[in-house]
């Protein structure tokens, strides 16, 4: 009876780490639209991020934010709260489908 709580418990923390892994974009995007609009469209001196770069240049645009390689007011500080693979995930979400 115990090994089968245990065991039960093990599957749920398995699942729970594996649903984690997974980013939900339109989760992630929502804490960009405040800003850059609904469909990322920008405006009042925001940036448009609606199809604007390539997923890749879309990464690499995030990424330098981070590294704050890229001259910034406040992307630096947003794109160090994500991962890599949350990054790709509002890359599929907000940029040009690769060609
Ligand atoms: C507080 C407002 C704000 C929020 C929230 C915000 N951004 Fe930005 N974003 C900006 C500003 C302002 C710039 C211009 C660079 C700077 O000054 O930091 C920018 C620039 C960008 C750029 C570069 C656009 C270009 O062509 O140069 C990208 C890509 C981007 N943001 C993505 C995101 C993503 C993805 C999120 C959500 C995780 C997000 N931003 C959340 C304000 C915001």
């Not at 039960?8 to 984690?20: D, H, L, Q």
């Not at 995030?62 to 910034?72: I, K, L, Q």
């Amino acid at each position: 009876m115990r090994l089968a709580v245990l065991a039960a418990v093990a599957w749920s923390v398995g699942i729970g780490a594996a649903a984690a892994q997974v980013p939900d974009a339109a989760l992630l995007a929502g804490a960009c639209q405040g800003c850059h609009g609904a469909t990322g469209e920008g405006g009042h001196g925001i940036p448009s991020i609606r199809q604007m770069q390539t997923q890749a240049e879309f990464v690499a645009t995030m990424r330098a934010f981070r590294a704050n390689e890229r001259p910034n007011t406040v992307m630096g500080r947003i794109a160090r709260g994500y991962t890599d693979a949350e990054i790709a995930a509002l890359a599929q979400h907000f940029a040009k489908p690769q060609p």
